[in-house]
């Protein structure tokens, strides 16, 4: 769909997109603010990076199920975010 997308024209977000797109740059300023975060990467590209995460999956899933002979669906789904949570999350918090 986003690539679609990008065929049409230039992007131009909805309003909602950009509130929800401020409120989760300030959620992770106060994050970084408050030593729970990295603060040498930048809130909004620790937002691209966790949608960039999420986009891919739904792009790869069924080639990531038939490489490992696992049936697609909710279960595959939570094993993929459960993996990826724990490897994004170590890398943008503070150690």
Do not use: C
Not at 40 to 57: K, P
């Amino acid at each position: 769909m986003f690539a679609l997308e990008s065929f049409e024209g230039e992007y131009k977000p909805s309003e909602t997109e950009q509130e929800l797109q401020g409120k989760g740059i300030a959620f992770i300023h106060d994050l970084q603010n408050n030593n729970v975060l990295r603060k040498d990467i930048d809130a909004d590209m620790i937002l691209a990076l966790f949608s960039a995460l999420t986009e891919h999956w739904f792009i790869s899933r069924d080639r990531v199920a038939k490489l490992n002979n696992a049936r697609t669906g909710d279960a595959l789904d939570a094993r993929y975010f459960e993996a990826v949570s724990k490897v994004f999350t170590a890398g943008i918090q503070i150690q």
